[in-house]
């Protein structure tokens, strides 16, 4: 039961464009949404997150947006840089149910 | 210095032999949990704990056994049952369950 997902497995942008994640969720009890990002054979780090009650939050160069109504969040980076090249995951928790992540979203930034 | 360590990085075990998983946190979180990643897929929960002393079953705990007899650690056991046990193991500890995870560096498992 994929609660959580993130339909495009790879994504690739050139230095200096906007890179936009997307995921979209089932489960319209969650509440709290994160984005973490990954390098390889390393543990995920936290990057940004936005609870329900806003639809957009920014942090630097990192923007996510919440649209509840269509059970959708979006990550953007602007702009990016080749050390944003990672696997993107996205996840989501609420009403006492355990965070669920996405199958994650290989960005590559070109130079 | 607060954070989450996993022990040892890279694990290699002979196929049949039960191996254990190493997480430490002195975060104070009261939950903790672990996943597996396998090449090009994301991260399935395989168990997880609220509190010490409690733990329960996440999508694919066949094969594995857990412990949590103190707050500050969640060792994970990967049996002899687990068909499929070479893997990147993640362990990952937040104040409840609903809140952000803060992730270990991850234990690499290669079963020869």
């Known amino acids: 039961d994929q609660q959580v997902k993130q339909n495009s497995p790879s994504l690739s942008v050139q230095e200096g464009r906007i890179s936009i994640l997307n995921c979209d969720y089932t489960?319209?009890?969650?509440?709290?949404f994160l984005w973490y990002k990954k390098y390889p054979a390393e543990g995920p780090t936290f990057l940004i997150s936005i609870s329900s009650i806003k639809d957009k939050n920014e942090d630097g160069r990192f923007t996510v947006f919440l649209n509840k109504s269509a059970k959708h969040l979006s990550l953007h980076i602007v702009p990016s840089q080749p050390g944003d090249s990672a696997v993107y995951f996205c996840a989501a928790s609420g009403d006492n149910n355990d965070m669920r992540f996405g199958a994650g979203t290989r960005l590559t930034v070109k130079p | 210095d607060g954070g989450i360590t996993q022990s040892p990085k890279y694990l290699f075990r002979k196929e049949g032999q039960n191996v254990t998983l190493s997480c430490e946190q002195n975060?104070?979180?009261?939950?903790m949990y672990w996943y597996r990643q396998d090449p090009g897929q994301g991260l399935r929960l395989i168990y997880y704990?609220?509190?010490?002393?409690?733990?329960q079953k996440g999508d694919i705990a066949e094969g594995y056994s857990v412990s949590r007899e103190k707050k500050e650690s969640f060792p994970l056991t990967v049996t002899s049952a687990q068909k499929n046990p070479t893997a990147f193991y993640l362990c990952?500890?937040?104040?409840?369950?609903?809140?952000?995870?803060?992730f270990g560096p991850g234990t690499r498992l290669t079963v020869l």
């Open positions: 704990s609220q509190i010490v002393n409690d733990f």
């Open positions: 975060l104070n979180h009261d939950a």
């Open positions: 990952a500890s937040s104040t409840k369950i609903t809140d952000t995870q803060y």
């Open positions: 489960n319209s009890m969650f509440d709290y």
